[in-house]
């Protein structure tokens, strides 16, 4: 057996054993009158028991760790284990390696000498023998006598001694120490993965509310402009006809003052009792009738009223479709490339609609178009921007939507995937709604689709599916795009007029 140096022994061990000695001589220079009680006794004395057989020490010795066992105790346990580990704080030993301790063995001389007597061990309740058995099933130590009070075939499998069981629990203790080691570590990587995932999730919350207020804030000022603009026009025009009232109010003024003022010079004429005085009214009256005509003229009312048709009519319809012009992305202007549709497809003569029929037309096979997928391509494709399309779909059973990259093969069946160059949604028996993701995600039809709105961010790495009529949102992918892409359109087999419907392109805002 190797041996270490004494120096590798803790202070904390040196200290116990120190103290345990000064305990004992004072204990054995006391005389019996001041001796202490049994309790008191019996506090010091268990640290000169070894742990495993609850017996004095025998030949004791002293692991690198600072604990002490009995020498036949602790080489029994390591000839039964592959890795000497202490049994107290399982701290390997390298090498096997212990020293005697020669003052504990000191001590427990003295100590067995004097009439305090064996050391106390503890007893069993029930039978009042020593406790040198554990008993599994209750998880509790035992005697012999509880032991033999179980049946035959219980005895073997039901009881250890303690040196077995120490040796037994200290393995699944390591064990168990092990495979936690092993989930602190899983544990601290995932919460280092989840608070990168949340300081992430901070900075992007933060850059999309900057992105809904720049969006919303572009719409502001576009609406905050019409209004003004409405509104100064309101103001001009609406002057103009005040003025013009308000002008011929006041010729209307004077004509009813001069209009009065004559007509009591005429009142005032009627009775004079003068005839010479009342026949100078003669030159008054030829006077009037010179004028009658401008004093009988009542002019005209103004009556100018502020176009309704500019003021009251669809004013939100007109702002809104001014405000296309500022919408990013607008409605693109997508059509389909003949040149790519499967010979099966009909495209319409504006290139918009698109169907598939039974009969195969005697079509060039170019390495554009599709021998296997009924599929036909846009015509145009995005290696930037953003870009936004509409597809009806309405009383179809069955199509596919999306957008893939200019390098897939258009030959033969293909793995539909992003890993592939493919980001699409399907439709299958107008209710099997999935995301053709990695793995397929299942979507849910709330209601019966008729519009399909495909958005493409390139820069942003975004594909995103909504329903037009709502726009509510039904799936996102998110990649890395490095080539063209190009809007992809599958109206599926027609199945006998069931799936006959077209895809239709929807261009009208």
């Known amino acids: 057996m190797s041996s270490f140096s004494s120096t590798n022994v803790s202070s904390s061990s040196s200290t116990s054993v120190s103290d345990n000695e000064s305990k004992i001589n004072l204990l054995l220079s006391t005389s019996s009158s001041d001796l202490p009680s049994r309790p008191q006794a019996e506090d010091f004395t268990k640290e000169l028991t070894c742990p495993l057989c609850l017996e004095w020490f025998k030949e004791p010795v002293i692991l690198p760790c600072g604990h002490n066992f009995c020498k036949p105790c602790i ?8 890795v000497s580990l202490c049994p107290e704080c399982q701290a390997q030993s390298p090498d096997r390696q212990y020293i005697r301790n020669i003052v504990l063995e000191k001590l427990v001389e003295k100590i ?3 009439h305090v007597g064996k050391c106390s061990q503890q007893k069993c309740s029930k039978h009042g023998e020593p406790l040198k058995l554990f008993w599994k099933v209750d998880g509790k130590l035992a005697c012999f006598l509880c032991r033999d009070a179980q049946k035959p075939e219980d005895q073997s499998s039901q009881f250890l001694l303690l040196p077995d069981a120490v040796q ?12 936690l080691e092993a989930t602190v570590q899983e544990l601290k990587t995932l919460k280092n993965a989840q608070q990168e995932k949340i300081s992430c999730h901070k900075e992007n919350k933060f850059h999309l509310q900057h992105h809904i207020s720049l969006e919303f804030l572009k719409l502001h000022q576009f609406l905050h402009g019409r209004e003004k603009r409405l509104m100064n026009e309101l103001q001009e025009e609406g002057k103009i006809i005040l003025q013009e009232m308000e002008a011929n109010l006041n010729k209307l003024q004077e004509k009813w003052q001069r209009a009065k003022e004559t007509v009591l010079r005429i009142q005032s004429r009627l009775y004079q009792h003068s005839s010479i005085d009342f026949l100078t009214v003669l030159c008054v009256l030829h006077r009037l009738e010179q004028k009658t005509g401008t004093l009988l003229s009542l002019g005209a009312l103004v009556c100018h009223e502020l176009s309704l048709g500019q003021f009251k009519g669809p004013i939100q319809y007109n702002a809104w479709k001014e405000m296309k012009s500022i919408l990013g992305p607008g409605l693109s202007l997508v059509t389909l490339d003949p040149k790519t549709a499967h010979p099966n497809l009909v495209l319409s003569e504006d290139l918009r609609c698109v169907r598939h029929d039974d009969t195969k037309q005697m079509l060039p096979d170019t390495p554009e178009r599709f021998d296997s997928s009924v599929a036909v391509l846009g015509s145009e494709g995005f290696t930037s921007g953003k870009h936004y399309w509409e597809v009806e779909v309405e009383n179809k059973t069955k199509w596919t939507l999306g957008v893939v990259k200019e390098s897939i093969s258009r030959k033969g069946n293909n793995t539909l995937s992003p890993r ?6 399907r439709l299958r028996n107008r209710n099997k709604f999935k995301a053709l993701d990695i793995p397929v995600r299942g979507l849910t ?11 493409l961010d390139y820069e942003g790495g975004q594909v995103s599916f909504y329903d037009a009529n709502k726009m509510s949102h039904i799936y996102t992918f998110m990649d890395t795009f490095t080539e063209k892409l190009y809007p992809y359109f599958c109206p599926c087999l027609n199945d006998s007029s069931e799936n006959s419907e077209p ?7």
């Open 445 to 455: 039809l709330n209601t019966s689709l008729s519009r399909i709105g495909v958005y």
């Open 75 to 82: 080489e029994e346990i390591w000839g039964r284990a592959e």
């Open 420 to 425: 592939d160059g493919y980001w699409l949604i």
């Open 503 to 509: 895809l239709k392109i929807f261009f009208n805002m």
């Open 168 to 179: 037994l629990y200290a393995e699944k203790l390591i064990s168990t120490r092990t495979q």
């Open 112 to 114: 067995k000498g004097f």
